[in-house]
């Protein structure tokens, strides 16, 4: 199995939002592993999953290395999510009017905008197969009270005046 690299993350980049980069001005064809203008997506992202990166600024394929299974998607969702977001504040274009038509350029941020919402939403969720719902609850410690006990359980700091620590029953 060989190991992530950052030419793999910007290889996933590109296809998934390449021609978006490409036309607010960003670098949206460099997949060699030395993309500048994924270097902040995949640098937050990597922060956000808990990986430790070498430099401050640039990440090297060491710091992904280490990523496997469901790091991996997860680094993938974040580090699209920041270059959404980074499209969407580089969008100038406003909506312009053609001859036999309108170009509604303001569609175009709109759907950004709604996709940056929808990979918030999963990138909240747990990453994983089979993950089911998250449930807690408590497990009193101390002496089993059995159901035909006619006292009442010990709660707060005493124990209460009826309390019969033998659980026995007078009437039986």
Request: aromatic share 4%; hydrophobic share 40%.
């Amino acid at each position: 199995m060989s190991s992530l690299t950052r030419a793999d993350v910007e290889s996933v980049l590109i296809r998934r939002a390449g021609k978006l980069m490409t036309k607010v001005g960003l670098d949206g064809v460099t997949i060699s592993g030395a993309n500048l203008d994924l270097n902040d997506p995949i640098r937050r992202a990597a922060r956000q999953i808990g990986v430790t990166v070498s430099d401050p600024i640039l990440v090297a394929d060491a710091d992904l290395a280490s990523l496997v299974c469901w790091q991996v998607e997860y680094l993938l969702d974040v580090a699209e999510l920041r270059l959404l977001e980074s499209i969407w504040e580089n969008w100038t274009e406003v909506s312009q009017a053609v001859s036999l038509g309108k170009i509604e350029a303001q569609q175009l941020a709109d759907r950004i905008e709604k996709r940056i919402d929808k990979l918030e939403e999963r990138i909240r969720k747990p990453y994983g197969r089979n993950i089911g719902l998250v449930s807690g609850g408590s497990i009193r410690h101390g002496r089993h009270i059995p159901a035909n006990v006619r006292v009442t359980p010990p709660y707060g700091n005493g124990p209460p005046e009826n309390w019969n620590p033998d659980f026995s029953d007078p009437e039986l």
